[in-house]
């Protein structure tokens, strides 16, 4: 089945600094990669998402990238906020069969004032 | 727009006790819906997903059960809980094929005592 691995698991920026978390998956037939920012104690909430025919897609300060060929995808957080802490999860699936997505472990955001 | 419910929010059980977490949804039909459990700290674990009325597919053999007994419901059971079962238990629909988005409903935090 789909592995994903997500690094770094811990980033402390200084608000204003750019962000920047990466993802690689195993399975070559994935091609959805959403990503989900989760605040305490809260539901995970779509941010952004690609498929596997875009190479990037951009949301105002939010922008992710895929490589298929390396099978890695990264979100990249410009301009922070201290409002952008939280944990961010990617995750990959396919559009056939279960279609569930696995995540990876998380990371843990803090922009500092 | 679709819309997840679940209940209850919060719930405090003795070891032993059984289990039973309900999920509806709104503003779909024929969804994929998804039971994922979040331990303290952690990431996103699938228990259970189904693609219809009665289909239902396990991820990690365990205590737990799952049911669909109508289209928009999904029901997540135990006979016996486990202090191991306590965490935040999520349910997640995703639309038909072609509409990847998947949405969390709000959560459950079940804490086994």
């Known amino acids: 089945g789909e592995n994903v691995e997500q690094h770094p698991s811990t980033l402390s920026v200084q608000e204003g600094d750019s962000a920047v978390i990466k993802c690689t998956y195993s399975d070559s037939a994935s091609n959805y990669f959403p990503w989900y920012k989760q605040e305490l104690g809260k539901r995970p909430q779509l941010i952004i998402d690609i498929r596997s025919n875009v190479g990037e897609k951009k949301d105002q300060r939010i922008a992710v990238t895929l490589n298929k060929t390396a099978k890695h995808f990264s979100l990249h957080i410009t301009e922070t906020q201290p409002e952008d802490s939280a944990v961010y999860f990617c995750?990959?699936?396919?559009?056939?069969?279960?279609?569930?997505?696995?995540f990876g472990s998380g990371t843990r955001l803090q922009v500092q004032p | 727009s679709q819309t997840i419910h679940q209940w209850p929010a919060t719930l405090v059980q003795p070891v032993g006790s059984p289990l039973s977490l309900e999920c509806t949804v709104e503003g779909t039909s024929n969804p994929n819906l998804y039971w994922y459990r979040q331990a303290a700290g952690r990431g996103l674990q699938l228990l259970f997903y189904?693609?219809?009325?009665?289909?239902i597919s396990s991820e990690v053999p365990q205590n737990l059960s799952a049911s669909r007994p109508q289209d928009r419901q999904f029901i997540l059971s135990s006979k016996k809980l486990l202090l191991s079962d306590s965490g935040f238990y999520l349910c997640a629909l995703r639309g038909p094929t072609g509409a990847d988005t998947q949405y969390f409903g709000p959560g459950t935090r079940l804490t086994v005592l």
């Open positions: 995750a990959a699936s396919r559009n056939t069969g279960r279609r569930a997505l696995t």
């Open positions: 189904s693609v219809g009325i009665g289909q």
